[in-house]
């Protein structure tokens, strides 16, 4: 298997640090209330306005972070500290919040930016620094959003985009577990509603801008959830014909024909966060289980298809090299 080294973490590290401050380009998700919102985006977002797009930004930030608790002796070391020391502060920790209290942000980045804010935050407490203290409060909100939402949530978003419920909740459970026991009874009992009773998923997939598996990200939820007893016959129902190599859909790397297009270059992200989500599958099968294997050679396919392409067109590189760490190194 593919593994992260300290090569490719330290070649991570470096592309992200390249555009995680950078300003332009950059798209905004911004509902007008008035000309006073008429502002730069840093002035929005005094911590993420770099990496094209605030969700990106955040998982930027919590790559690099991840990769530095786990290669403290990174080259970039002392670069990410300092700016970590520079960003991730109460000041503006407030002004990110300030624009969520603003009128028309209550959708602002559901759920996909939320669910990464909480797995930035839940990266950033496992650092012996003040910066995780700083985005708690931000966290709170952004937790508090999920509890708002979730029970009105009438049904499932299963699209392979930023708005796929089942990936948000994988995010946000890690961080609820020891932080609010109370989101995750929520998420657990909205999970069980949406996905419990789920056979024989045709798996439809890849749409043509995707970079997520509506399939496998809601098989990896279910692992994560589901008592590892219960989750094998849960998985059995939902993909019976796995053990034939159907669908083939899901072992069959997304073929992404223009880079250059932020659209389609989302197929990178699909080969890559399906990477991830097979190993997470895999791990929560029983030992010599027939599928393991399998899978764990799609793994290896959908690897090799997007590794190489983190880099080379900005729009990739401004977020490709998270689902990459994802993938090499996710929990």
Same mark, same amino acid.
């Given at each position: 298997m593919t593994?992260?080294?300290?090569?490719?973490?330290?070649?991570?590290?470096?592309l992200?640090?390249?555009?995680l401050?950078?300003?332009?380009?950059?798209?905004?998700?911004l509902? $007008?209330?008035?000309?006073e %919102?008429?502002?730069?985006?840093?002035?929005?977002?005094p911590?993420?306005h770099?990496? &094209? @797009?605030?969700?990106?930004?955040?998982?930027? /930030?919590? =790559?690099?972070?991840?990769? !530095?608790?786990?290669?403290?002796?990174?080259? =970039?070391?002392?670069?990410? #500290?300092?700016?970590a020391?520079?960003m991730?502060?109460?000041d503006?920790a407030a002004g990110?919040?300030? $624009?969520?209290?603003?009128?028309?942000?209550?959708?602002?980045?559901r759920?996909?930016?939320?669910?990464?804010?909480?797995?930035?935050?839940a990266?950033?407490?496992?650092h012996?620094?003040?910066?995780?203290?700083a985005?708690a409060p931000?966290?709170? %909100?952004?937790a508090? *959003?999920?509890?708002?939402?979730l029970p009105k949530?009438?049904?499932?978003?299963r699209?392979?985009?930023?708005?796929?419920?089942?990936?948000?909740?994988i995010?946000? %459970? +890690?961080?609820?577990?020891?932080?609010?026991?109370?989101?995750?009874?929520?998420?657990?009992?909205?999970?069980?509603?949406w &996905? +419990?009773?789920?056979? %024989?998923? =045709?798996?439809?997939e890849? +749409?043509g801008d995707?970079?997520?598996?509506?399939a496998?990200?809601?098989?990896?939820?279910?692992?994560r959830?589901l008592? #590892?007893?219960d989750?094998?016959?849960?998985?059995d129902?939902?993909?019976?014909? !796995? *053990?034939?190599?159907?669908?083939a859909s899901?072992?069959?790397?997304?073929?992404?024909? @223009?880079?250059?297009d932020?659209?389609?270059?989302?197929?990178?992200g699909?080969n890559l966060? #399906?990477?991830?989500?097979?190993q997470?599958?895999?791990a929560?099968?029983? =030992?010599? @289980?027939e #599928?393991?294997?399998?899978?764990l050679?799609?793994?290896? *396919?959908?690897?090799?298809?997007?590794?190489?392409?983190v880099?080379?067109?900005?729009?990739?590189?401004h /977020?490709l090299?998270?689902?990459?760490?994802l993938?090499?190194?996710?929990d």
């Amino acid at each position: 298997m593919t593994h992260l080294t300290a090569h490719i973490a330290a070649r991570f590290a470096g592309l992200t640090l390249s555009h995680l401050g950078r300003r332009y380009p950059f798209k905004m998700d911004l509902v $007008y209330n008035g000309p006073e %919102d008429v502002l730069e985006p840093a002035e929005h977002h005094p911590i993420f306005h770099g990496s &094209f @797009d605030w969700h990106s930004c955040v998982h930027g /930030w919590w =790559q690099v972070m991840r990769l !530095l608790r786990l290669y403290p002796d990174l080259p =970039q070391a002392a670069e990410i #500290r300092a700016r970590a020391d520079a960003m991730l502060v109460p000041d503006k920790a407030a002004g990110e919040r300030a $624009y969520l209290a603003r009128p028309m942000s209550s959708g602002f980045e559901r759920p996909y930016g939320w669910a990464w804010l909480l797995a930035l935050h839940a990266e950033l407490e496992r650092h012996a620094a003040p910066w995780a203290a700083a985005l708690a409060p931000l966290a709170r %909100d952004f937790a508090g *959003r999920f509890h708002a939402f979730l029970p009105k949530l009438t049904y499932p978003l299963r699209v392979g985009t930023h708005f796929n419920i089942a990936f948000a909740l994988i995010l946000a %459970d +890690g961080w609820a577990a020891g932080r609010d026991e109370a989101l995750r009874v929520l998420i657990r009992e909205r999970a069980l509603h949406w &996905f +419990g009773n789920d056979r %024989d998923c =045709q798996a439809w997939e890849p +749409g043509g801008d995707e970079f997520l598996s509506p399939a496998l990200c809601e098989a990896l939820l279910m692992s994560r959830l589901l008592p #590892r007893s219960d989750f094998p016959a849960w998985f059995d129902g939902f993909l019976p014909r !796995l *053990r034939d190599g159907e669908p083939a859909s899901l072992f069959t790397p997304a073929i992404v024909s @223009d880079r250059s297009d932020g659209k389609i270059a989302h197929l990178d992200g699909l080969n890559l966060s #399906r990477a991830w989500c097979w190993q997470g599958i895999a791990a929560a099968l029983p =030992q010599g @289980d027939e #599928r393991i294997a399998p899978i764990l050679a799609a793994t290896e *396919r959908h690897l090799a298809a997007s590794l190489p392409h983190v880099a080379g067109d900005y729009m990739g590189e401004h /977020w490709l090299a998270s689902f990459a760490l994802l993938a090499l190194d996710g929990d």
